[in-house]
């Protein structure tokens, strides 16, 4: 059961870099959505998605960009790295709205 | 206003304490509510959704009082392994329906 699954679990960029943290669930969920992490402020939403081709923005959109072409991939693009983007990166899905979300296991990003 | 607020804690009890969190929300629209456990350095898993009527667990029960607009957590006999942080997840409304709203997390401390 694979569930919700994050690519890279760590990973250490220079600023300006770019890079794509991968998700995919193979539980045929329609929604998915991208959480940062940090110490004292909780889980922030950073961009989700109702269904394939459909993207909208969270609370903490700003420098990151995502695409949905298929139900099952949700990733997500830093387009220029920020030590301030430097986080834990969860991916979660849910079967539709009000239901659970499930979590992949997180993606730990460090920009320096 | 954050659309969820959560008491950070830190929360220490001794085995067999019966401890209750609160979060409160501000959307008085919002239907679905949930109580994720985070163990540290994984990833947040649901521990139970929260009913209108409230629900039971085992040793954990959840309740929604609507006209105060909070919903809480209450852990019986306290165990050891219940250690970790708690999460509150409301769902939003109107134009975030389908986002999921996190508390920044209580945590809690279970001591032999």
């Known amino acids: 059961n694979a569930g919700v699954t994050q690519t890279p679990k760590f990973q250490v960029l220079k600023t300006g870099q770019s890079m794509t943290l991968q998700c995919a669930q193979d539980m045929n969920h329609e929604y998915m959505s991208w959480y940062r992490q940090d110490p004292g402020m909780g889980l922030r939403l950073i961009h989700y998605?109702?269904?394939?081709?459909?993207?909208d923005q969270g609370e903490v959109p700003n420098g990151y960009n995502v695409s949905r072409s298929t139900t099952e991939d949700f990733p997500l693009r830093l387009l220029s790295a920020a030590p301030s983007q430097t986080s834990v990166y969860f991916c979660?899905?849910?079967?539709?709205?009000?239901?659970?979300?499930?979590f992949g296991q997180g993606t730990r990003l460090t920009v320096v | 206003r954050k659309e969820v607020e959560q008491d950070p804690g830190p929360f220490n009890v001794p085995e067999g304490a019966t401890v209750a969190f609160n979060c409160t929300y501000s959307n008085s629209a919002s239907q679905s509510f949930f109580w994720y456990r985070q163990d540290c350095r994984k990833e947040p898993k649901l521990l139970m959704s929260v009913y209108s009527s409230g629900n039971e667990d085992g040793r954990f029960t959840a309740q929604l009082n609507r006209a105060s607009q909070y919903i809480s957590l209450l852990i019986r006999d306290s165990k050891l392994s219940d250690s970790a942080t708690y999460l509150c997840?409301?769902?939003?409304?109107?134009?975030?329906?389908?986002?999921?709203?996190f508390g920044r997390g209580t945590q809690l401390t279970v001591w032999p």
């Open positions: 998605s109702v269904g394939a081709g459909i993207t």
């Open positions: 997840a409301v769902e939003g409304r109107g134009s975030t329906l389908g986002r999921l709203y």
């Open positions: 979660a899905s849910s079967y539709r709205q009000g239901s659970e979300a499930f």
